[in-house]
């Protein structure tokens, strides 16, 4: 049986997983209106990953015998200075909930959850790689700078990525 707190946290972080889809979404449509579908197609499938997370989540509360506890979205940001400026945001973003689910880990340590603390590790792994992407895009922008050949070149990398 899981603990209210653990309960509790995790409808938290089911929440912070929609946001995340939530956030990924505005910037999938961000691109699409700046003309650039490969980059808009990546959020597309990033928000599509964030979905799933909520979801592994959701379906772990019920298979324990828990409550799924929705919560309201609060509204993502909607406008970017800068392309950089959106995978800078997406890289600190992912740095968040690399924290929040490190500090979820630390209390199902502290309750004794090994069940919760066993599923976690996908989270924990997941999050090394969802950093790792963020972070190698960043980088691949800040040579591109002001080259709009490197940007319709990056533009088709990225909008080759598929649902996984
Ligand atoms: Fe669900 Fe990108 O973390």
């Known amino acids: 049986m899981i603990s209210k707190k653990i309960q509790d946290a ?9 946001y995340s889809s939530y956030f990924y979404l505005s910037m999938s449509a961000y691109f699409e209106s700046e003309d650039l579908q490969g980059f808009s197609q990546w959020f597309r499938v ?22 799924v506890k929705l919560m309201e979205i609060k509204g993502p940001k909607t406008d970017w200075g800068s392309f950089l400026e959106v995978f800078q945001d997406t890289f600190e973003h992912e ?12 209390l199902s340590i502290t309750e004794k959850d090994h069940a919760t603390v066993n599923f976690l590790q996908w989270f924990v792994s997941e999050q090394i790689e ?23 070149m990056l533009d ?4 080759s990525r598929v649902a996984q």
Do not use: P
């Open 46 to 67: 990033q928000a599509n990953e964030e979905y799933a997370h909520a979801m592994k989540i959701f379906d772990y509360i019920s298979q324990i015998g828990g409550e």
């Open 156 to 159: 088709r990398e990225l909008g």
């Open 95 to 106: 740095q968040k909930v690399t924290k929040s689910i490190n500090e979820l880990l630390d």
């Open 130 to 152: 969802e950093e790792a992407t963020a972070q190698q895009i960043v980088k691949k922008m800040e040579m591109i700078g002001d080259s709009k050949s490197g940007l319709f």
């Open 10 to 18: 995790l409808n938290k972080q089911i929440n912070a997983e929609f």
